[in-house]
């Protein structure tokens, strides 16, 4: 382990006193732990982020690219048609 200073404003020492003395550790337990978990979250949101554009990309690449808007809605009216008479249809029964 390696000594290091870091600065803190009036508010930040006094509330890391009180909760060091309140859990019984000490302030350098409290602020290794707090990077500790800062340092866990970065990783964790890189890591997702890294997956995250992978599989984007690996759906762009099996969307054709040249898909015009109007044949996008076209689409999107006539899924929402067939599930209107799908549900239509189930309720006769």
Not at 1 to 15: A, G, K, P, V
Not at 29 to 34: G, I, K, M, P
Request: hydrophobic content about 35%; overall charge negative; glycine content about 0%.
């Amino acid at each position: 382990m390696q000594r290091t200073n870091i600065y803190l404003d009036e508010r930040q020492l006094r509330s890391l006193k009180h909760l060091a003395a309140e859990q019984r550790q000490s302030m350098a337990d409290l602020v290794r732990s707090a990077i500790d978990d800062y340092l866990e979250k970065r990783i964790v949101d890189e890591v997702w982020r890294t997956e995250w554009t992978d599989l984007l990309a690996q759906s762009h690449r099996r969307v054709p690219t040249a898909i015009a808007p109007d044949e996008i809605e076209d689409d999107i009216t006539q899924a929402s048609a067939e599930v209107r008479q799908a549900r239509h249809a189930s309720r006769r029964r």
